[in-house]
């Protein structure tokens, strides 16, 4: 089991990165009254990240720790992700200097391939199911050298994930709770960490069906899950990093879930009354905040006087069901 992460890993990967990533941009997001009182809430703008989401953060941190030891191979870095945690790993590999070779299933979209080429990756198209090409991917990187790289399981990259709290507390100092959807658990990790070193609370926000973090809580370990929802592209983990469930129980987190209705509503309510296009692992996180019904109170509802920080995480998505659905005739 890897030792847990550190607000010094955090701090180290900062001073990595520094000048290579984009600094999270703070917006307020007003004053809510609830039957507890009223509480300031804040959205972390990360979606505007290089890729489009937190990973580059990690991913570049992964990749530059390497080169610092000593131990960054000429084979580059290998990866199996069509997704999020791809591009990152694709875009840092260039920004570092050296090659990514990324695996990804002959039946992964066009768009996503094309994007992934864009910066500069080799792609690899192996099988028709995510496993054969992972299973790829850790058969070159064994008969190359490559180093092996992970969506969010690993040290350097929940270290890199994490300094967007720093970057948040800096912001906003009277931050009194980071809200921030979890996957896999490499985000939650590193701010929760970083979070709790400032005295700042954080809260793990996941759909009802893919509750990997939840789960293993409950069961005092990982433990693997089924995967079903909406957001599930982002945040379709089958099991929790030890990471992220050590970061939760030694920082005292706060776990709660979301249905996909909720999901689904608060998406279109950020274009709707922002003309913020997010992915549905974003609106994951401001779901907490939202109640499920008139009749129920919100999965988690700050107390009179906090400061909440909600971390927009992404915004890989396609827009068109928000634009389509919303473009009226001006009557002009």
Known sequence: MPDPITHADVAAAAER???SVRPVVVAPAGVRTTAAGRYRMSYALEF???TGTFKARGALNFLRARAEAGTLPDAGVAIASGGNAGLA???SAREAGTTATVFVPTTAPRVKVDRL??????VELVGSQF????AACADFAAETGAALSHAYDHPLIAAGAGTLADEIRAALPDVTTIVVAVGG???FAGVATAA???GIATVAVEPEHCRALNAALAAGEPVDVP????AADSLGARRASTLAVEAARRTGARSVLVTDERIVAVRRGLWDDHRLVVEHAAATAVAALEPRASTEPAPFTPTDGEHVCVVLCGANTDPSDLVASSEQPSGM
Request: hydrophobic fraction near 40%; proline fraction near 0%.
């Open 117 to 122: 080429r864009s910066y500069g990756a080799r």
């Open 185 to 187: 658990g490499g985000l």
């Open 227 to 230: 995967v079903d929802s909406v």
């Open 89 to 91: 790993c694709a875009w």
């Open 196 to 198: 709790h070193h400032h």
């Open 17 to 19: 990165i520094a000048g």
């Open 48 to 50: 505007l990240q290089y």
């Open 131 to 134: 496993a054969e090409a992972a």
